[in-house]
């Protein structure tokens, strides 16, 4: 018998039967947060109580939390238990400030893995699969969110890690690889490699599966990549302050998401009131943690804009799906998956002395490859007519900019004056990129 | 002693043309100039003027980022061989060059070579130690 769920009984459950299951989650996890010095305290002030929790609508009278929650209490703020308990950790870029981290015990480490499995079944891997995982490991969430999402599907996994082309393809011609997981940009970049090695993947593989996501990319590049490679590539979301991958997956319909609720408690609000939207308007993604023991999240604020698409799947699957991401309520960008934020960039610029605080930063793909620009200013009175000196300069911004954010950016020097200055809300980003594939 | 300008330039279809209006409109002559490092996606002009000071101040004032900075001129034969015979002498002088550029004096029948080195004084000395005579400003200048 052909089978068509990873968990039957929760992926087709009733709507009904999934609140009843989420108010239920709701109180676990409000009592699981209350443990938290973060949470005990919040939970004091506004006399919130996990008992008193009847509905899930209940959640608007929770506060929300935010990013700058998690950075101002940083690291062991959000604990609900001893160190001992916790086995993983993952954590944001960033060397200065304090990066976004979330702890894992061995329950929320089984429950991520759990939902990544579903993820990836849901998209039509199965346990006969080579899947091969093209992105980094370590702090990065994609690596061993997917690799252990891999393993308890049953595929066999190729933890090949990201970049080095010839041997991406030389690892799906030796093993068989059959799914890949990549961000949108990269793909565009191996099939150039491909081409030039004289090798067309459609023939030379036995890719059948590519699972993409971390970037934003538009359906017509998702259309371009299945016709590159002959693939099927399903879309995917998730961020590490929810685990990471797993959150919310394409199925075989490929329109739109499923945000597995049994995990996840969604709401979609407007970025400005914070009030909530009707299914079907964009607003902000605000996810609950419903599953996730050692460091619960309540209401957090991802800053995407998405929305609910209204109708029931034909999938027959009852999780709601979210659309596409089509921004973020703040700043922040994603290059070569990596999440970055202009403030990031200024505070290496404002303690270089040669250069000014105005910067531009142009992101744009060349040659197959996405790019981040960043131009700025060098002093009037440091310029000494010495070309070493200004590629020295540039060298040293480039450096340090890299070890920041973990994207090499191409830092351009521009004369003082020439870039525009800031007047209310400053425009510091143009985003010119088509996701690295060819039209 | 002569003076030559460096001014950094991006690399905007205007902004060459942008210096030399400025030069222009106070009648300032350029005497010889080279353009390099633009596919950085900026470069650095380096100006040799008649009136190096005014120059400094105009297109400082401008908003350009410039530099004004001392070269060493020293006249070569104008023909096959001549500069092959000055850098003989300058090698024999022991001078490391880090840029260098040239001018023609029609008039004259000379030929400037304009050397950008590390420690001017030294380099001076060693040039005359070594029968090198270095050019006045006003031959440079072409006043």
């Known amino acids: ?439 | 002693m002569a003076f030559t300008l460096s001014v950094f330039l991006e690399n905007k279809i205007t902004r060459f043309e942008e210096v030399t209006a400025s030069l222009r409109s106070e009648r300032i002559n350029i005497r010889s100039l080279s353009l390099t490092g633009m596919p950085h996606g900026w470069g650095i002009l380096n100006l040799l003027v008649d009136q190096p000071e005014r120059a400094y101040k105009l297109l400082s004032d401008k908003g350009n980022s410039v530099s004004m900075e001392e070269v060493i001129a020293v006249a070569m034969e104008d023909e096959a061989g001549g500069l092959d015979e000055m850098l003989l002498k300058i090698a024999k002088a022991g001078i490391h060059v880090e840029n260098a550029y040239t001018r023609l004096i029609a008039e004259k029948n000379i030929a400037v070579l304009l050397l950008v080195v590390q420690d001017f004084i030294e380099a001076k000395k060693r040039l005359e130690a070594n029968h090198v005579v270095v050019l006045d400003d006003k031959i440079v200048y072409g006043k």
């Open chain 1, 1 to 439: 018998m052909k089978r068509e769920y990873w968990q039957e009984e929760l992926e087709v459950l009733h709507r009904n039967e999934l609140k009843k299951l989420q108010v239920e989650r709701l109180q676990a996890t409000l009592g699981h947060a209350g443990r938290s010095p973060f949470y005990n305290k919040v939970f004091q002030q506004k006399n919130i109580k996990a008992d008193n929790i009847k509905d899930v609508e209940q959640i608007w009278d929770l506060p929300f939390t935010t990013k700058q929650d998690l950075r101002e209490n940083f690291p062991y703020g959000f604990l609900t238990m001893p160190k001992k308990e916790i086995v993983r950790l993952h954590s944001s870029s960033g060397t200065t400030g304090n990066p976004t981290v979330v702890f894992h015990n061995r329950h929320d480490l089984d429950s991520w893995a759990n939902l990544v499995a579903r993820s990836l079944f849901i998209a039509g891997v199965r346990d006969t699969d080579v899947f091969q995982n093209i992105c980094g490991y370590g702090l990065f969430t994609g690596g061993l969110g997917f690799q252990y999402g891999i393993e308890k599907l049953g595929a066999l996994s190729i933890p090949a890690g990201a970049g080095n082309s010839l041997r991406q393809i030389k690892l799906m011609r030796d093993y068989g690889t059959t799914a890949a997981h990549a961000i949108p940009s990269y793909l565009g970049r191996l099939y150039e490699v491909f081409e030039a090695e004289g090798l067309d993947p459609k023939k030379d593989t036995q890719l059948r599966i590519f699972v993409i996501g971390a970037e934003p990319h538009t359906d017509e590049q998702r259309r371009r990549i299945e016709e590159m490679y002959g693939v099927k590539a399903y879309n995917s979301f998730g961020l590490t302050e929810m685990n990471g991958p797993g959150v919310a997956f394409e199925c075989e319909y490929q329109d739109g998401m499923h945000i597995w609720e049994d995990a996840y408690l969604v709401e979609i609000v407007n970025p400005d009131t914070l009030e909530p939207v009707p299914d079907g308007d964009y607003g902000e993604l605000v996810i609950t943690t419903l599953d996730r023991q050692a460091m619960p999240l309540i209401r957090y604020r991802t800053r995407d804009i998405t929305r609910i698409i209204p109708d029931r799947c034909k999938c027959g699957r009852t999780h709601r799906r979210i659309d596409r991401i089509t921004g973020r309520s703040d700043d922040m960008f994603i290059i070569k998956g990596c999440n970055v934020f202009p403030m990031q960039i200024e505070g290496i610029l404002l303690k270089i002395p040669e250069v000014g605080s105005d910067y531009m930063i142009t992101l744009e793909t060349m040659n197959g490859n996405d790019e981040m620009v960043v131009e700025v200013e060098v002093k009037k009175d440091w310029f000494r007519g010495d070309i070493r000196r200004l590629e020295s300069l540039t060298r040293s911004i480039t450096a340090q900019i890299r070890d920041e954010v973990l994207v090499k950016p191409a830092v351009k020097l521009v004369e003082a004056g020439s870039l525009p200055k800031p007047e209310g809300k400053a425009v510091r980003v143009i985003d010119l990129r088509n996701g690295g594939i060819k039209n």
